[in-house]
């Protein structure tokens, strides 16, 4: 077997017949460092880092209103003369609280999506105001929530195991630790 050097890896050698019948049509990259080698060569290593700063945006505001949430919401579903939720309460709380975080995180994760994506032939946004002014002068405020019901039926249950998970670990620790 032979081996490749790093220098090897940033470029992306050509592809045989062969290689391409396993693309998939319209398949740019064969699979992340691919991806990343290629990026890294046509963008250099801002290219990398493409919408970073509306991730930092939809992560803060996102982060914030989920575990501010799922505390409310632990409170209000615990039962009188108890300290915690139960399990139920727990579930219930932890889907509520990715349902929310998503709420707020999607209009900045479309932004962020449209300027990973601009670049691949003509750059189109200059950055992340006038992708957010362009996006919602052209397609309306509606843009800003497209994927908003996927990803809130994609966080429900999915957090509810978070949170079941997370409540049991921290309960088995504490029971370790006493």
């Known amino acids: ?10 470029v992306a050698p050509t592809l045989s017949p062969a290689h391409s019948a396993g693309l998939v049509p319209g398949t740019r990259y064969r699979g992340p460092l691919h991806c990343l080698a290629t990026v890294a ?56 609280a990715g349902v929310l975080a998503w709420a707020v995180a999607t209009p900045m994760d479309v932004i962020k999506s449209r300027l990973q994506a601009d670049g691949q032939g003509q750059q189109r946004y200059r950055g992340l105001l006038h992708c957010v002014v362009t996006s919602v002068r052209e397609e309306g405020p ?37």
């Open 41 to 96: 060569r046509e963008e250099g290593l801002r290219g990398l880092y493409k919408g970073s700063s509306a991730l930092l945006f939809r992560d803060g505001h996102s982060f914030a209103t989920y575990f501010l949430s799922y505390s409310i919401l632990c409170e209000w579903l615990t039962r009188a003369g108890q300290s915690q939720p139960d399990v139920l309460g727990v579930l219930m709380a932890g889907g509520c």
């Open 142 to 178: 509606r843009v800003l929530f497209k994927g908003l019901t996927l990803n809130c039926c994609r966080a429900f249950p999915v957090n509810m195991v978070v949170f079941v998970t997370y409540e049991a670990a921290l309960r088995l620790t504490r029971g370790l630790l006493e």
């Open 1 to 10: 077997m032979r081996r490749r050097s790093l220098a090897s890896v940033a």
